[in-house]
C-alpha cells in the first residue's frame, strides 16, 4: 500500500469507529476509538484461533506492521501535536508555574526513569541498562491525551497549566533523556555513546538546541506575520513552521518536540496577541485544534491495531500488569518530590498530587519508542510491557481521571 492507500484507510476507519463510539459507547472520542479498534482487533485474533484457515490475522499483521508507527508518530505527528497543544498554553500563566513544571519534566523524568527501570531490573532480571530504557518509555505523559480528558474538569487556573506546561515539556525531555539511554544501552545503534560525558553532551545540544531553535523560528514567523493581514496565509505560514522547524531540528539533531513546543508557545501567546488580527486568530484556533482532534483520532486508532505488533507470551503479559504498579509508583514520585521541594515556598491548588498522579496518561509516544528500539532479545518484552501500561493508562486512568479531578480539582487557586 502506499501513503495516500494508508492515509485514506486509517482516516476512513477513524471516522467509522468515532461514529461506532459516538452511536453505542458513548466514551470520550479519543479513547473510544481506540477501544473500537482494539475490540476489532481481538475479534480478528480470536477467529484465527478458532478458524485458521481464514489467515484473517496474518493479513491484517501485514498492513499494521508495514505502516511504521514509530516513524508516523515520531518523525510527523508528533511535531503537529506538541505545536498544537502549546497554541493554548499563555505563557504568562506558565510563568507563574515554570519552576514546578520544569522540576517535573527533569526531575521528574529522573526519578521515574531510575524507579521503573530499577523495578523492571528486577522483576525480570534484564540488565540495568536495558531496564532504564523500559523505565524511559513509559516516563512521559500524553499532552494530547491529558489536556483532552481533563478539558472538561473545570480545574482551577494554576492545576491546569501546570498539567498542560509539564505534559508538553515532559514529552520532549522524556525523548532526549531516551535517546541518552539507548546510546549507553545499544552502543551499536545509531545514537551510541561511549561514556556518559559523551550523554550529557548529548542531552545539552538536544535538549537546549531544540528550545533555542523553537523560540528563533518562532520568533521569525511571528515577525512575518506582524505584517501580514491574510487569514490563509498566517494559518498557513504556522503549519509550515510546525512541519519545516520540525524536519530541521531532525535535520541538525536537536530535539525536535522540544523546537515544537517552544515554536507553539511562542506563536501561540506572543504571536497571537501582537502578530495577528481577531479574525487571523480564530482561523488560527480553529484550524489547530481541527489538527490536534484529527491527528488524536487517527493516533489512538493507530495505537488499537499495534496489538498485532506483539508477542503473545504468558510472562510478558505478567510482567506488563506488574508494570502498570511501577509505572503508577514512579509517576506519584515524579509529582511529588517536586511539589514536596516547592511546598516551604508556595501553596498548591487542592488535589495536585493524586491529579497529577493519576492524570499522567501514557500514550503514542511510548509505543513509538518502544517499536524504535534495536531488535534484539528484550524487545518483545518492553514492547508488550508497554503495550499494557499504554492500554491501562489510556482506559481505565482516562476514563476515571475527569471525575476524580472534577471532585478535587474545583477549589479556588491556593497561592
Known sequence: MNILQITSLLIVLAGAFGAINYLVLRLPAAIGIL???LAASLVILGLDLLVPSLGVADEVRMVVTGIDFSDALLEGM?????FAGALHVKLSDLRAEWKLVMLMATIG???????????FSWLTGMPLLVALVFGVIVSPTDPVAV??????AHLSKSLETQIAGESLFNDGVAYVVF?????LAFPSGESHTETWQDALQLFVREAFGGAVLGVVLGWLVFRVMRHIDDYALEVLLTLGLAFGGYELAVALHVSAPIMAVCAGLLIGDIGARHGMFEETRRYVEAFWKLIDEILNAVLFLMIG???FALAFDGSH???GVVSIGLALVGRLVAVLVPVLILRPFRRFATGVVPIMTWGGLKGGISVALALSLPEGEWKPLILTATYVVVIFS???QGLTVGPLATRLGRQPDLM
Not at 489536556?147 to 472538561?152: T, W
Not at 535517546?179 to 546510546?183: I, K, N, R
Open 394 to 396: 489510556i482506559i481505565v
Open 305 to 307: 491495531f499495534e496489538v
Open 109 to 119: 523524568v529522573a526519578l521515574s526513569t531510575a524507579l521503573v527501570g530499577f523495578g
Open 179 to 183: 535517546l541518552v539511554v539507548v546510546g
Open 35 to 37: 477501544v473500537v479498534a
Open 317 to 319: 503479559l505478567l510482567a
Open 147 to 152: 489536556l483532552g480528558v481533563l478539558r472538561e
Open 78 to 82: 508528533l511535531g503537529l501535536l506538541l
